[in-house]
């Protein structure tokens, strides 16, 4: 009975798996191919040459100063957004004064701000990259012009066009069109977790201090570590590729300052007519985000709690 | 949470992802695939060479045409494909112009997949790489077209009624000629004859002047240059005829060569000081290191600086700020004077093909795209071009009897002026990472914005070039 119940489910599956080799598997083992040959991506003539793009990277510095930003992106976008996040999150639903009858509640005024927080989400990523365009614009920006507005004349900072906070600039724009999705993930995390833990807590005498640390964020891990994965593959991905795309000086801002993997890939396949070694560069942040996910897994593992 | 079903889903994954392997092999021999495109030749007959068709086009074949969708639009285009129906009625309703501003990535799997279109105008920020496409053998040589008689004087070869150094423009160190360049464009330093007037002032012809005048217009409020900070190599526009003025053209063939220290050259150090001395003394707009090149243009416009390198596209792309201000007067200058000892003399400046046009080696109706190529070449395509976005086209002359908009009269001045001595740096079309964004935002940014000075920018820029001249994956020219 057993063997016919692996044919009878193989059999549904062939279909699926046949899909995914195509379109998912073979594309990886292509770009594995190409990233040794010295393909333009112009011409389909090539040829095979072995290490070289990667004996390439190795000594190419703006590939460098794209890992470095990469990685950069990597470790601090999750833990800002994620952060803020599961603060607004807490704050709305669990943060607020205590009122009667409801064990918990969020501050005054919760639906409203949850809209707001929302509301970067239903914007595409174009947009709110040529909002903060705008509001960045050193001579006409509503940033500077702030500035200006409180007295502060001197304090005139070039923005985007400075390599010094240039990074920092994107990042910003990064955090705020992403930071609602996570209040409402939470959100909806925190209202699974059962009141009356929260209850007793109270009773017992916890601070807000407490019951986040002690119930909320054990109890919403899992949501926690999934929103980490997902928003470190935002940031080595296409994601991060259009901010700095739109953003940028340059792009690849000044003096390399917000150049990033994907970007590079980029340019080099369609500016420089290098496909075979945009491969390699497309292969090595393959292994960075394996990396990244693996190691996150890794920490992240806990004893999963029940209720 | 047990699992009741004595099936592990576990177990499942392990074996969906065994099967997943033994499925790749297979998949390997399809990416032989993806890459190659067939060859098998597929072009349309030739037709039937006659005084009217030069070119042997055959009569009823489709054309296929993209046109980068940029400042100067693709009316023009669609006004020349008219043109080509009218001389060739029977491919009414196959000849195809599509538009766009991304360029590679449309035609990219065309080319690879061995189905080009027949005429392609490469521009934009999307440009495929002319040494690629030259290298891997890619392009149809245009040297027909530039023996074919051309439509307006059939005594004439295309090739003599082009502009000087056109034909060289295409040229890839070789024999053939691979691009044509249909706009032709003025680089330098482009101001409002207005603004200076206000300013009891006229175009500073010497160094001393353009900082005096820096100076007053620094006094009123007015920032003397500005400049698309994040594209910083629109400085070269002015920069290079700059460097060449005080050196030679020759300083600028070095630098082209890419030849060990040719930036080390005195003229090019002179130039930087210049420019940096415009930053140091606070005659740069406050903030143009963060702005694109609509933004820049956009304050120069409105006033709040006098100088901007640019091309004489800037006409038409700044067309709505300049008519805000009916004084406005554009025109074009060249590079100031720096010192008695200038190689060269005051006009010098900076002007070449724009708008590169090819026709790919495996198009279907290579003809087709050379006629239509010839067809834009006339007198009448040509006026229609220029009246349209305020650009001059290749065609030598061709200007008669056109009241020309300022900007582009005053263009038309200095390349008079000029005689002779109009340089034409190849960086940007032969190393465009270098020259963009190696030499662009990485030095000539960096130090406009204060953050280098001159001659760390120097030892930056050549280090720059040398790696590309040792980068065994750029193919190098020689000029």
Redesign the interface.
């Known amino acids: 009975m057993?063997h016919g119940?692996y044919r009878f489910?193989a059999g549904f599956?062939v279909l699926p798996?046949?899909i995914?080799?195509?379109f998912v598997?073979?594309p990886f083992?292509?770009a594995i191919?190409?990233s040794f040959t010295?393909?333009?991506?112009?011409?389909?003539?090539?040829k095979v040459v072995g290490f070289d793009n990667y004996a390439?990277l190795f000594q190419d510095d703006v590939f460098w100063s794209a890992v470095g930003n990469s990685v950069t992106l990597l470790l601090l976008l999750p833990v800002v957004t994620l952060s803020l996040g599961l603060f607004f999150a807490f704050m709305l639903n669990v943060g607020g004064r205590r009122r009667k009858k409801a064990v918990i509640g969020g501050v005054r005024g919760s639906g409203t701000y949850k809209i707001l927080y929302f509301f970067p989400q239903v914007l595409s990523v174009p947009i709110v990259a040529l909002l903060f365009q705008f509001a960045?614009?050193?001579?006409?920006g509503a940033l500077?012009a702030f500035f200006k507005a409180i007295g502060l004349d001197n304090v005139?900072p070039?923005?985007?066009?400075?390599?010094q906070i240039a990074l920092w600039c994107v990042m910003a724009a990064m955090v705020w069109a992403n930071v609602g999705f996570y209040v409402v993930l939470f959100s909806a995390g925190m209202s699974s977790i059962p009141k009356d833990f929260y209850e007793a807590a109270l009773l017992d005498g916890a601070n807000r201090f407490n019951t986040f640390f002690r119930i909320t964020l054990p109890l919403l891990w899992d949501t926690v570590q999934t929103g980490w994965i997902y928003m470190g593959i935002l940031a080595l991905d296409v994601s991060a590729f259009a901010f700095v795309q739109i953003m940028s000086?340059?792009p690849?801002?000044?003096?390399?300052s917000t150049e990033v993997l994907p970007l590079y890939v980029y340019?080099k396949t369609?500016?420089?007519?290098?496909a075979g070694?945009a491969t390699a560069i497309g292969v090595s942040l393959l292994i960075v985000t394996l990396v990244f996910s693996a190691v996150v897994m890794r920490l992240g593992r806990r004893e999963r709690l029940?209720f | 949470?047990g699992s009741t079903s004595?099936?592990n889903r576990r177990d499942?994954v392990k074996r969906?992802a065994a099967?997943?392997i033994v499925?790749?092999p297979?998949?390997?021999m399809?990416?032989a695939c993806?890459?190659?495109?067939s060859d098998s030749d597929n072009k349309v007959e030739k037709g039937k060479k006659s005084a009217k068709n030069p070119l042997a086009v055959n009569e009823s074949a489709g054309l296929d045409v993209v046109i980068f969708d940029g400042g100067f639009g693709d009316k023009y285009a669609k006004d020349a494909q008219s043109e080509y129906l009218k001389a060739f009625p029977k491919a009414e309703g196959k000849v195809k112009l599509t538009s766009t501003q991304k360029i590679?990535?449309t035609l990219?799997p065309r080319?690879?997949?061995?189905n080009p279109p027949d005429l392609v105008d490469n521009s934009g920020a999307?440009?495929?790489?002319f040494?690629?496409?030259v290298?891997?053998?890619?392009l149809t040589d245009l040297t027909a077209l530039l023996d074919a008689p051309s439509v307006d004087d059939p005594n004439k070869k295309v090739r003599d009624t082009l502009r000087p150094g056109v034909v060289e423009m295409g040229q890839f160190g070789g024999k053939e000629t691979w691009i044509l360049y249909y706009a032709y464009t003025v680089y330098g330093v482009w101001y409002s004859q207005g603004n200076l007037r206000k300013l009891d002032a006229e175009y500073p012809e010497t160094w001393d002047d353009m900082l005096a005048l820096c100076a007053k217009a620094k006094k009123k409020g007015v920032a003397g240059w500005t400049y698309p900070?994040?594209?910083p190599y629109y400085l070269p526009f002015s920069l290079y005829p700059f460097i060449a003025k005080i050196g030679g053209a020759e300083v600028l063939r070095k630098i082209d060569n890419l030849e060990p220290n040719a930036w080390k050259d005195p003229a090019v150090k002179a130039a930087f000081d210049a420019y940096y001395e415009l930053y140091k003394k606070g005659y740069v707009?406050?903030?143009?290191?963060?702005?694109d090149h609509l933004?820049s243009q956009k304050?120069w416009a409105e006033g709040?600086a006098l100088f901007i390198p640019n091309g004489s596209w800037v006409e038409n792309e700044s067309a709505q700020q300049i008519a805000k201000n009916p004084d406005f007067d554009l025109a074009v200058g060249a590079p100031s004077s720096l010192s008695d000892s200038d190689k060269m003399p005051y006009g010098t400046i900076w002007a070449s093909g724009g708008e590169p046009f090819i026709v790919p080696r495996k198009a279907r109706n290579a003809e087709g795209g050379m006629e239509l190529l010839r067809l834009m070449l006339s007198k009448k395509s040509s006026q229609n071009f220029i009246k349209q976005v305020s650009s001059l086209t290749s065609l030598n002359g061709g200007t008669e009897g056109l009241k020309l908009p300022p900007g582009l009269a005053s263009a038309q001045v200095a390349l008079q002026k000029a005689g002779q001595n109009i340089v034409n740096p190849r960086m940007q079309d032969w190393y465009?990472?270098l020259q963009k964004?190696r030499i662009g935002?990485?030095a000539l940014?960096?130090m406009m914005?204060g953050?280098l000075t001159p001659d760390e920018a120097i030892k930056k820029i050549q280090k720059y070039a040398d790696d590309t001249r040792d980068d065994s994956?750029?193919k190098k020219y020689k000029r």
């Open positions: 057993k119940k489910i599956l798996l046949a995914y080799a195509i598997i073979s083992v292509q191919y190409y010295d393909w333009t991506g112009l011409s389909p003539d090539m390439r960045y614009n050193p001579e006409s500077n005139q070039d923005w985007l066009g400075d390599p000086v340059g690849g801002g000044p003096d390399y340019q369609f500016r420089d007519g290098q070694y029940e | 949470m004595a099936f499942l969906a099967l997943g499925a790749v297979a998949m390997g399809l990416s993806a890459g190659g495109g590679q990535s990219q080319f690879n997949g061995g999307e440009q495929m790489d040494g690629t496409l290298g891997k053998d890619q900070g994040k594209y707009l406050k903030g143009s290191p963060g702005l933004q304050a709040k465009v990472a964004e935002v990485a940014g960096e914005a953050r994956s750029v």
